[in-house]
C-alpha cells in the first residue's frame, strides 16, 4: 500500500500537528536526545501513515505516544551501550523551549537537566514506566504493552522509579525568578571576571561539569569545588570573543554561550562568520540551592548543539 503524503489516512492529517508535541515529549524523555526524538517522531509518522485506517483507534494521542515509547524503548538501549565508550561527562542533549526558539513541547518538572540526569540512573524499564505515567498519564495496561511486562510489574517500576527520583531532588525547588535572579548575578559576575562577586553565587561544594564527546577540547572528569569551578571558569570567560545570552532550556532558565560563525569548537581562530551572525558555542544550565549555584553544567559538544544563528 502507498504511504505518499497524498495517500495517508485524513484523521493524521487532521490531528498530526496537535499530537506531535507529545511524541516528541515521550521520546526525548526517555532518550535524552534531541536528535533521536526527532527521527523517532519521524519513525511514528511513517507507522501511522502505513497504517490502512486510524478510524478503529479511539483515543489516536494515546495510540501514537505508546509507538513512540516503544521505538524510544529500543533506541535507549543501544543509546546506553553507544554511551559506555562516550569521551568526558555525557549530559543531555539540551531542548530549546522558548516560543520563539523551539516548537512548543510538552514541558513539565520530568524534562529539566537534573531531572534528565536522574532519569539517566533509571533502568531503561522504570524510565519507560515513570515517562509514560507521570508525564503523560499513561494507563499501566498500555505500559505493559510497551514494555512486554503485566500492568502489576509497570506499576511497581514506575513506584520505585519514582521513589527514586524523589530521593534525588532537593527538597526545595528555586522558583523561577530566583532562577533568573541568580543567573543574571552570576552572568555579570562571569562577564566581569569578578571572581569575588563569583564565589559568592558559588555553594562551596559547586560542581563543573563539560560535556564535549571527545569532539571539543574540554574537561573530562568533573571540577568540584567553588574555587577551582571559579578559576576554571574565569579562565574560560577570558576569550573575549564570546557572550552570554539568556535562553530557555528543558523549561529552565539557562544561557547561552554566544561566538562569531568562524570561531573553532575550543576558542580556536577564525573570521566572524559573515553578515554579523553568532552561533551557539555552549549551553549552560544549573542547578541552584538556597540562592547559590550548586552544579553548573555546560555542553559544549557541537553534535548537541543547535544550529541556531543569532543575529548581533
Sequence with gaps: MSTNLQDRP???DDEWAQHRPAVFGVAYRITGSVADAEDIVQDVWLRAAAQESLDGIRDLRAW???VSARRAYDVLGTARARRVDYVGPWLPEPLLTGPDVADK???DDTVGTAMMLVL???SPPERVAFVLRRAFDVPYEQIAEVLGKSPAACRQLASRAGRKVTAARPARVPSRAERERVLTAFRAAYEKGDATALMELLDPDATYTTDGGGKVFAARKIIRGAARVAHILLRVGAQK???FTPAEVNGEPALLVLGPRGLGGSGGSGGSGGSGGVRVRAIDTVEIENGR????RRVINPDKLPSLHVRS
Design 293 to 296: 549555584i550548586t552544579a553548573y
Design 241 to 243: 570573543s564570546v557572550r
Design 64 to 66: 501514537l505516544v505508546t
Design 10 to 12: 485524513s484523521r493524521l
Design 105 to 107: 513541547v510538552l514541558v
Design 120 to 122: 539517566e540512573e533509571l
